[in-house]
């Protein structure tokens, strides 16, 4: 181990044992020796803060916190090992970025109460960090200069008529009528998707409800300006999304194609709301195409003796007021006969 502004390293203890530092406890490059969960070292803490300022390696799952500490990335770039941590906070600036080179037992990195990013970026690289089924565990000050890159996801209890925003993962879901159950969440930042032949922003959720049939809900799409810059997807690129035309796209096949979901409102800087979302996927925001609210199936015109019999039929209709019947007898000028109601006015039901 070794401590900041000493040119020397300190000795390396096989077990210090101190219930009486004040802190913070400070180190440098941090590794944990170890082969198995049976062969390794062991650090615990158990009060108080650590604060590393270099890389974080524990080649055998040994580091241990307890829910009264907290742990500290308070260096520049910096690589951490991936592990359950109580409380996890990011300081000094720079990247930090989940280590899974040289680790001989593999586990998830797992946030159980909090992750706060006072100042510097996270990057999963490949990897995954999870905040805790069900604990409400919180992610905090993610900013413009401050932010997770890559995937994180949760698990999380939603409930009828409560809005729910996922340990403030960014995505807030209130639904309506039918219990989903516990919903994941996971959110995918850096990478942008094609939809409607442009980039979207550089943010996905998916959206997995326990019980997905007949679910509805007014989900509120939360993103960070740096997001809607210099996207690139599908050969396509952007250097700025016009965030004022942002709407939802969910694709319903993995990502390989998004279809336009339209919006409900939108602050035209951070978030976008749909009042009614009936299809949970991977979701993420792009610039309007300008399709139409209805997706039609067929339409058809029978001559009959006193006229016509119209008979259409639709996919899907959001925020539709209506249809209006109208006729021409020179085929320039019309006029309406009749207004038809929709099947449901903000619904995506046929």
């Avoid at 062991?42 to 590393?52: H, K, M, N, P």
Wanted: aromatic share 8%; with cysteine; glycine share 12%.
């Amino acid at each position: 181990m070794e401590i900041p502004n000493y040119s020397d390293p300190c000795t390396v203890y096989p077990n210090i044992n101190s219930t009486a530092a004040t802190g913070p406890a400070l180190a440098h490059n941090l590794t944990i020796e170890g082969n198995s969960t049976v062969d390794r070292g062991l650090a615990r803490l158990v009060t108080g803060e650590l604060r590393v300022y270099g890389d974080f390696v524990d080649h055998a799952n040994g580091f241990i916190q307890r829910e009264t500490s907290v742990f500290t990335l308070a260096g520049g770039n910096q690589v951490f090992a991936r592990e359950p941590y109580q409380v996890l906070r990011v300081d000094g600036g720079g990247i930090k970025t989940v280590n899974n080179n040289g680790e001989n037992v593999q586990i998830p990195t797992v946030i159980e109460k909090s992750l706060t990013l006072l100042n510097g970026i996270i990057s999963t690289g490949p990897q995954t960090l999870s905040l805790a089924d069900n604990s409400g565990a919180t992610i905090t000050g993610e900013n413009d200069t401050n932010y997770i890159l890559g995937i994180v996801q949760t698990y999380e209890r939603a409930a009828p008529g409560t809005a729910q925003n996922f340990n403030n993962i960014g995505i807030t879901l209130t639904f309506t009528g039918n219990d989903p159950g516990n919903v994941r969440v996971v959110r995918t930042t850096g990478q942008s998707v094609v939809t409607a032949g442009k980039p979207s922003i550089s943010r996905t959720f998916g959206l997995q409800p326990d019980y997905p049939t007949g679910l509805s809900a007014t989900a509120v799409f939360h993103y960070l300006n740096h997001e809607t810059m210099n996207v690139t997807a599908g050969g396509l690129s952007a250097a700025q999304l016009d965030k004022s035309k942002l709407t939802f796209y969910v694709s319903g096949n993995g990502g390989a194609g998004f279809i336009n979901k339209g919006r409900t409102s939108t602050d035209g800087a951070t978030e976008v709301t749909l009042a009614n979302l009936t299809q949970f996927a991977t979701t993420t925001l792009g610039e309007d195409d300008g399709t139409l609210p209805v997706h039609m199936l067929y339409f058809t015109a029978i001559h009959a003796a006193d006229g016509a019999l119209l008979n259409w039929g639709t996919a899907s209709e959001l925020n539709n007021a209506g249809f209006d019947v109208q006729v021409s007898t020179d085929g320039v000028s019309f006029s309406t006969l009749a207004t038809i109601k929709p099947a449901a006015a903000t619904s995506d039901a046929p």
